[in-house]
């Protein structure tokens, strides 16, 4: 039987990715993660891989978790009136712009940073940051629908590109917030990408 570890991972794998997300990759050493976790670079090394391997387990952990959130928030409420698609979907975007914006300091989104930091070098941080993408534009396209079905949507409007704008508004607003652009002119910047969604005709 294997000798139980002196240490909680999920614990050591938050303060990792909280390290790298303020530091970035090339920014955090392996001796930048040892004191931070605690742990001996055997111990790292041994649990989790080198730090590659620790960067990309933590970043797709993140990227998961988010699309799930995302997915939640967006559904509709469980009560006896649940709040219509556009609704859902404007209170979702407004309160990840508001997250945003109170930050201090701004260090924005991890996928962002991910992205940024290796996406153009790594094909498998590449490939995750994609599909987080993928699913969360998916995610905003599937409350379209629901719009659309509601006759809160015009038919005609391509729900999957609706769906990656919306996304793109919000990297925006985030990249924003980190320059420090004040909260409620990302608000606003929300509140008049979700004004063009276009109606149904006569509404």
């Not at 009560?79 to 300091?105: K, W």
Request: glycine share 8%; charged share 25%.
């Amino acid at each position: 039987m294997g000798r139980k570890r002196g240490f909680d991972e999920i614990e050591v794998l938050d303060v990792v990715r909280d390290r790298f997300w303020s530091t970035g990759y090339e920014g955090t050493s392996t001796y930048d993660l040892m004191d931070a976790t605690g742990l001996g670079k055997g111990s790292i090394y041994k649990a989790f891989g080198n730090k590659r391997e620790l960067y990309v387990r933590v970043f797709a952990d993140y990227c998961r978790d988010l699309v799930a959130q995302a997915r939640e928030q967006l559904r509709s409420g469980s009560g006896a009136v649940p709040a219509a698609p556009l609704a859902r979907l404007e209170r979702y975007l407004l309160s990840i712009a508001a997250a945003f914006a109170a930050e201090s300091p701004h260090r924005g989104c991890f996928l962002t940073k991910g992205t940024s930091d290796l996406a153009g070098e790594d094909e498998e941080v590449a490939r995750i940051a994609r599909r987080a993408f993928e699913d969360l534009a998916a995610a905003f396209a599937a409350v379209i629908r629901e719009a659309q079905d509601a006759g809160e949507v015009a038919d005609q409007v391509d729900s999957t590109a609706l769906g990656y704008l919306l996304l793109s508004v919000i990297r925006g607003v985030d990249s924003l917030a980190k320059a420090d652009v004040d909260g409620s002119t990302l608000e606003r910047t929300v509140r008049c990408a979700m004004a063009l969604i276009p109606p149904p005709s006569g509404v």
